[in-house]
T-cell receptor, first 113, second 112 residues
Framework: NAGVTQTPKFQVLKTGQSMTLQCAQDMNHNSMYWYRQDPGMGLRLIYYSASEGTTDKGEVPNGYNVSRLNKREFSLRLESAAPSQTSVYFC????????????FGPGTRLTVL | QKEVEQDPGPLSVPEGAIVSLNCTYSNSAFQYFMWYRQYSRKGPELLMYTYSSGNKEDGRFTAQVDKSSKYISLFIRDSQPSDSATYLCAMSSGGGADGLTFGKGTHLIIQP
């Protein structure tokens, strides 16, 4: 099992460009999440998908859109990138047990110039 | 006041010492508590999870939750240089699909 995989690993964008971050999990988990991690801010929830066909906003959703393509895949789209979106983005998934343990991917390092 | 407070460190201790890492929180609805370890430029790795108050032990790691004080701890016994990492506490009010609220993480250094 690969667990949670993310592509790309690194990306540099110019202000105003768009891109999609991809995430896939092979653990048959129902719920998937996107977080961003910034120095001094910790991990913050952007969007999540409790199950296939549903998505909900987290703490910092502005400037992002998501798509739950199927049970395995959950993508994050930046329509018009801004320097404030420079961050490390992590995808996670959850088997929806009573403990809400989430398993994280390796991250995508995004720089917006 | 942020919902979850965690001292960023760095915390530097000699090899073999007992390490104590802590978080405080303000939201009394939090019931599920987790500790993650994150090595530099890697994703967070789940170490421990507990529900409500009490202790949980797994090898060299012990997690404690005191809901009356809104305080959680992670103890590492017989610390090793390989334990050097950033430790993140995380919590949620519900099980299931809720997102997690994280502390900022404590950078731990174990000196050989």
């Amino acid at each position: 099992n690969a667990g949670v995989t993310q592509t790309p690993k690194f990306q540099v964008l110019k202000t105003g460009q768009s891109m999609t971050l991809q995430c896939a999990q092979d653990m048959n988990h129902n719920s998937m999440y996107w977080y961003r991690q910034d120095p001094g801010m910790g991990l913050r929830l952007i969007y999540y998908s409790a199950s296939e066909g549903t998505t909900d906003k987290g703490e910092v959703p502005n400037g992002y859109n998501v798509s739950r393509l199927n049970k395995r895949e959950f993508s994050l789209r930046l329509e018009s990138a801004a320097p404030s979106q420079t961050s490390v983005y992590f995808c996670a998934s959850n088997r929806v047990s009573s403990y809400n343990e989430q398993f994280f991917g390796p991250g995508t390092r995004l720089t917006v110039l | 006041q942020k919902e979850v407070e965690q001292d960023p460190g760095p915390l530097s201790v000699p090899e073999g010492a007992i390490v104590s890492l802590n978080c405080t929180y303000s939201n009394s609805a939090f019931q599920y508590f987790m500790w993650y370890r994150q090595y530099s430029r890697k994703g967070p790795e789940l170490l421990m999870y507990t529900y409500s108050s009490g202790n949980k032990e797994d090898g060299r790691f012990t997690a404690q939750v005191d809901k009356s004080s809104k305080y959680i701890s992670l103890f590492i016994r017989d610390s090793q240089p390989s334990d050097s990492a950033t430790y993140l506490c995380a919590m949620s009010s519900g099980g299931g699909a809720d997102g997690l609220t994280f502390g900022k993480g404590t950078h731990l250094i174990i000196q050989p």
